[in-house]
C-alpha cells in the first residue's frame, strides 16, 4: 500500500503584519468559497538568450513575488483588507501609509511560508454584486520581495 499524502489546505491560516496600519496582525480566516483563496503567480527568475555565433548565454534576474489572496465579502478579514488597501490608496488631498507588509502562511501539515517587502497592489473599492444576486469575492493582490 502507498503512502497517502495529505494535500489539505483546511485550517490553513493567514497573518498579515503592515506598519504602520496594523502593526498588531490581522489573521485571515474567512476564504472565499468560490475561487482559489491563495495563488501565488508563477515568477520568471532567469533569461537566456543567444549571440551571433550561437553561444548560449543565461542569466538570473530579481522578480517579485504576486500573491492574491481572496475572502469572503463582507467578513470580518474582508473589512480589514478594505482598510488596508484604503489606507494605501493614494487619490487628491489624501495621504496614503505606504504600509509596509509582511504575510505569513501557515499551512495544516505545519509548514510556515513568510513573505515580507510586500505592498498591497491591487483590491476592490466596494462590494459588487453578482448575477446571483449576492455580494461577489473580493481578491487583494500582494507583491513581495522575499520568501522564506
Known sequence: ?????????????????????????????????????LVFDEMQIAETEVGVN????????????????????????DKNLQILFNSNRSAKNKVSTKDDIKMVVAYTDGKIVTLSGGTIMTGVPANSITQDAKLA?????????NII
Open 1 to 37: 500500500m502507498g503512502i497517502q499524502i495529505d494535500i489539505s489546505g483546511s485550517k490553513s491560516k493567514i497573518t498579515i503584519i503592515s506598519v504602520p496600519t496594523f502593526p498588531q496582525g490581522l489573521v485571515i480566516e474567512e476564504f472565499a468559497t468560490d475561487t482559489d483563496p
Open 54 to 77: 550561437g553561444d548560449v548565454a543565461s542569466y538570473q534576474k530579481p522578480a517579485l513575488i504576486n500573491v492574491t489572496l481572496s475572502v469572503i465579502p463582507n467578513s470580518e478579514s
Open 137 to 145: 469575492t473580493k481578491s487583494y493582490r500582494f507583491n513581495f520581495a
